[in-house]
């Protein structure tokens, strides 16, 4: 016990003699703070997104900006033949597909139906860094199938980066 006074009293005289060897006129040194490197690319915010429809405005719909382009498509069941339901998504100019960033398909299909209706990057039918299409064949429950759903994706050039959530309803006659 009194080994651990000593140390305790010790550190104690210490700080005091650290504290009174400063000049009472001068502030005293506060620590230098290195700055944080920035990463080079950073995240582009989304562009501005038109309003999406609140019904399918026909069998597709092209969801476009400057920095992509995504088409959205649904062709009717013809008969036993299931229809198709298809999702393509560009890069736009410098701009491509982010194949790093978690793509996304959330779909609800009304009158119908898909094997999935939630789709990831190994669900896709062709994923580069080019072109992400997804396809699902859609079967028929009555007449007017309708698919309604998000697609949530990334694109990049080589400075930057912009993710985009997008929102998407079509119809089959």
Do not use: W
Request: hydrophobic share 45%.
């Amino acid at each position: 016990m009194s080994l651990a006074r000593s140390l305790l009293a010790s550190v104690t005289v210490l700080a005091a003699l650290a504290a009174c060897d400063r000049n009472p006129s001068q502030p005293a040194a506060r620590p230098t703070v290195e700055p944080v490197a920035q990463p080079a690319a950073q995240p582009a915010q989304p562009a501005a997104q038109p309003a999406q429809p609140a019904a399918p405005t026909g069998p597709a719909q092209s969801l476009d900006a400057d920095e992509y382009r995504l088409a959205v498509a649904l062709t009717a069941p013809a008969g036993a033949a299931p229809g198709a339901f298809r999702v393509e998504l560009h890069g736009n100019g410098e701009y491509h597909v982010n194949e790093q960033y978690p793509i996304a398909v959330e779909a609800t299909v009304e009158n119908g139906s898909m094997p999935k209706t939630s789709l990831r990057r190994g669900d896709a039918a062709e994923f580069t860094n080019a072109v992400a299409r997804f396809e699902q064949p859609v079967t028929a429950a009555g007449p007017g199938v309708r698919v309604r759903g998000t697609v949530r994706f990334g694109v990049c050039r080589a400075e930057q980066c912009a993710f985009f959530s997008r929102e998407f309803a079509v119809a089959a006659p």
